[in-house]
């Protein structure tokens, strides 16, 4: 039998037992694709992470350490919560880049580096990952986009139509009119999904405007309320959703470049998540997007699979 060590950590949480979950599997080399699939499955989480070790430390010093992030039903380019969560378990427990400034993963988007703020490490690490410079893809009719998502045209901005941004994934970015429509918010997927079939987005990111005290500065300053229904359920935080979302806010002066931006995600599946974010502007265009939050250690363990050949989905192995 094969031995898989793997970890469990919330990302984007300021406490554990919240944020978003994700299972990071310590030394995926011994696996075939058709077999971390079945274990994104059977850890039914939102995203498993698979990390493909180097013997080479230097160079994963230099160039990255290969990582592959897979749901319960198919294997992502990007996304941010795992790039995040897997980026803090090196940081904690590699051999070589342990308690490093910064880390990249390289994804299959591309190297992703993530950035480790210096502290005691007693509840979880906080790090900010940089994203790839935002694509401003189309904008939606919004009686179309309403309609998918099951709400009323009026229910959505009137002044600020729906787009689709990605910084890897592309996400359709809509504006609800109040923190009422968000909470009533409920996706039917097989709508939505005939809808993103036809569209430039692979998921709908929908935020509102809300108000939020930052326990730090105990000053009330504006913030933003987001949900992302997706494969009938819901994530509690979309750390690649709201990398775009900050794009978009900044280009349609929703938010000042630079400044930190307060996203809070998952409070309706009580899985409270806090989403840090920035963008900077120059010449109009959005870029250097900064998407931080904490990680903590929540458990660990072991798999026992049957040993190479024997596994029913297996195939050939993939040592990238």
Known sequence: MR?????????????ALEGNPLAVFHDARMLSDAEMQALGRETNLAET???????????????GVR???????????????????TASWLYLNHPTLRGAESITLKLNVGPIT??????????????TMTQNDPVFGATHDRADVAAAIGLRVEDLSEEYPPQTVSTGMPFCIVLLRSMEVARRLQINQREAAVWLEKSDAKFFYCIAATEHEDSVTAMLQMAWHARMQFYGGEDPATGSAA????????????AKPDEPVLIEQGIEILRPSLITVRASLESG???????????????????FLPETGSFPQGGNHNRQ
Do not use: M
């Not at 031995?3 to 406490?15: C, G, I």
């Not at 265009?285 to 798999?303: D, E, K, L």
């Open 243 to 254: 990398g775009c979302c900050i794009s978009w806010l900044v280009k349609q002066g929703l």
């Open 49 to 63: 992470t698979f990390i493909l070790p180097s013997d080479d430390a230097e160079d994963e010093r230099r160039n």
């Open 285 to 303: 265009r959005v870029g250097y997007v900064r998407v931080s939050g904490r990680t903590i250690p929540v458990a660990s363990g072991s798999f």
């Open 67 to 85: 990582v592959r992030i897979f749901t319960t039903q198919e294997e992502l380019q990007f996304a941010g919560h795992p790039t995040l969560g």
């Open 3 to 15: 031995k898989l060590e793997y970890s469990v950590l919330d990302v984007f949480a300021e406490r």
């Open 114 to 127: 993530v950035r480790f703020e210096r502290n005691d490490e007693i509840n979880g690490v906080r790090a």
